[in-house]
């Protein structure tokens, strides 16, 4: 209950804050590519039930197929995204925006939204696409499924995308084990300069 009323009243507060911000990377995102500033994808949450989790959108709009001609023609690429779950030179990203948006994680405020509606909390593991579940450890997702998804974590205040999926193992499995509203609290605090340091954010 505490850790739920916190993700409440911390959610809520930071995102009305947000919401210039918010507003005017939506607008950066509409100029560059016209259409919809905002991007659902179905994310795996509490007890392995789906929940379409909410970003701003840095990719161009036909991402899905570019990256399937990429990874169907490019073995390095498609080694790179089975390890990483992500592309160190993407290239759906919109051109500027998307790379700023991703290095400074902008396109996370609307995930605010998604622990208001109780999909994630402030703090916990990463909701991984549902594709990327098959390639984790069982006994490992059993785990991560009994909590709610995090907005940040200690994966993310470790390195984010500099991280393998095994890196990604032992430190979701590291918070498992110690989670306490304390730890909770240390995660945030760090966020910001992880953030800021902009490490493994692209």
Do not use: C
Not at 40 to 58: A, D, I, M, N
Not at 69 to 90: I, M, Q, V, W
Not at 98 to 122: A, C, H, K, T, Y
Request: proline share 5%; aromatic share 8%; net charge positive.
């Amino acid at each position: 209950m505490v850790r739920r009323s916190l993700d409440v009243l911390a959610a809520a507060v930071l995102l009305l804050l947000m919401l210039p911000l918010l507003g005017a990377a939506a607008a950066a995102v509409y100029l560059v590519d016209p259409g919809p500033v905002l991007y659902r994808q179905s994310r795996e949450g509490r007890g392995g039930r789906p929940f379409q989790l909410v970003k701003l959108r840095t990719m161009v709009q036909d991402a899905d197929q570019r990256l399937a001609r990429l990874l169907a023609t490019d073995a390095a690429s498609r080694s790179e995204y089975e390890r990483y779950f992500r592309l160190e030179h993407d290239p759906r990203l919109l051109p500027v925006v998307g790379g700023f948006l991703r290095r400074f994680s902008i396109d996370e405020i609307p995930q605010l939204w998604n622990v208001l509606r109780g999909d994630m909390s402030l703090v916990g593991p990463r909701p991984l696409a549902t594709d990327f579940v098959a390639a984790l450890n069982d006994s490992f997702l059993e785990q991560r499924r009994r909590i709610r998804p995090g907005l940040t974590g200690l994966w993310q205040v470790s390195g984010r995308s500099d991280l393998d999926k095994d890196a990604l193992e032992q430190f979701d499995g590291e918070y498992l084990a110690h989670r306490s509203v304390r730890l909770d609290l240390e995660i945030l605090a760090r966020t910001p300069a992880a953030v800021l340091r902009r490490e493994g954010a692209y």
